[in-house]
């Protein structure tokens, strides 16, 4: 049964300030949650939080009606988790590395089964090539492979496409949008372009809240969404000339 990620009350003290005082946020199911901000906004420590690897001062995180500190464990396989550099064993191909019970938790996954994921991920004709030989977009897919055959329902990607080139990124964001469907999914990105089909925004500055709303809502706020989109898409204008 499908559930909602719930943030009550929560407020996190880190090098001496205090972050997100009184926080209350509900991510339903199968949404997508963007947060953005500058570094250092305090956009890593409440993804920590919503992971349940940083422990909030006050309030608490519920996953459906349960506060996700009764079984971290538990909590924890319900989670996919993409960063920018996936961690990949250099000296195995794509297929050794899905297939590894390391990689997956004990969970033993046949060939087929990683050839069938990796297609998913449009990188079926990579199958055995070694990591070490495949670009950064390539291996970006593998993770995305594995992500599949986890199939867990909360799906986060913290800047998953940060280091990839403009065409990777494009090939990335086909198989990530496969992944997100019927997923919880929460996006940690500078760039806006990473997702752009998100149902709610969240924009940290200075490690407080600056504004929580849909796209539309916060594209005319003239807060640091605006900011941010205004700069960005006047990059891409530049870009083009």
């Keep these: 049964m499908s559930k909602s990620l719930r ?23 199968g949404s997508i949650l963007r947060v953005s901000g500058d570094n250092g906004s ?29 079984d971290r464990d538990q909590f924890h396989s319900e989670l996919i988790y993409l960063g920018h550099i996936p961690a990949l064993k250099s000296d195995f191909s794509a297929i050794e590395n899905l297939a590894s019970l390391a990689l997956l938790g004990g969970q033993l996954i046949s060939n087929a089964e990683a050839q069938q994921a990796l297609c998913e991920a449009g990188l079926d004709r990579q199958a055995n090539h070694l990591i070490r030989t495949l670009s950064q977009g390539q291996k970006q897919r593998i993770a995305i492979a594995r992500a599949i055959l ?22 990335v964001q086909e198989a990530l949008q496969r992944l997100m469907k019927g997923r919880t999914t929460i996006i940690i990105a500078h760039r806006l372009s990473t997702i752009e089909n998100v149902d709610q925004i969240i924009t940290l500055r200075n490690g407080t809240i600056d504004e929580i709303g849909s796209p539309v809502e916060l594209a005319q706020s003239g807060g640091l969404y605006a900011e941010l989109l205004a700069f960005q898409r006047g990059e891409s204008a530049s870009s083009k000339k």
């Design 42 to 70: 305090g956009k890593s420590s409440l993804l920590r939080i919503l992971c349940g690897l940083l422990s909030p001062h006050t309030g608490q995180v519920f996953w459906g009606s349960d506060p996700i500190t009764e």
């Design 150 to 171: 986890k199939d867990a329902p909360i799906l986060i990607l913290d800047e998953a496409t940060s280091s990839l080139d403009s065409k990777s990124e494009g090939m």
């Design 7 to 29: 943030l009550n009350s929560i407020a996190c003290v880190r090098g001496g300030r205090t972050l997100f005082e009184d926080l209350h946020l509900e991510i339903k199911p």
